[in-house]
């Protein structure tokens, strides 16, 4: 493996890091709840659900934040490699494993690990391991 030094960015992946960490630990000292954006965003389609407005408010903060980041610099040209079939199974898939894993990434990677839940290190340990599996034969086994 190399590295492509021209365009290694770690300062900004650390911001984006600890931004994400501060937002999960605010939302958590303020309201009490975990910023599992799968749970957060399935409570708002529920009728009469508690704290909606809070989740609402958060939701919408993720969405701004990038029209905020173009205020001090040009966001990256998105690019998808593969078709719109293939993104909607993916986003399809990502939805069920979400469901199944009782919650996303945000969830369990980022809150659940934090609060050194042992459900979310097995839950993260899975979702890392099904992506490597997917890359690798995708990439080595189907050529794609």
Known sequence: ??????????????????????????????????????????????????????????????????????????????EFQGGWLSLLLAGLLVGVGTRYGAGCTSGHGVCGISRLSPRSLVATLAFMASGFATVYVLRHGLGV
Request: aromatic share 10%; hydrophobic share 60%.
């Open 1 to 78: 493996m190399t590295i492509d030094w021209l365009h290694f960015t770690p300062w900004p992946a650390l911001a984006g890091g600890a931004l994400i960490g501060l937002a999960a630990a605010l939302f958590v000292l303020f309201n009490g709840r975990i910023a599992g954006i799968s749970g957060l965003l399935g409570s708002l389609l529920v009728r009469g659900g508690e704290g909606r407005g809070e989740k609402a408010l958060f939701l919408l903060g993720v969405l701004l934040a990038p029209l905020l980041w173009q205020v001090f610099a040009a966001l990256p040209a998105i």
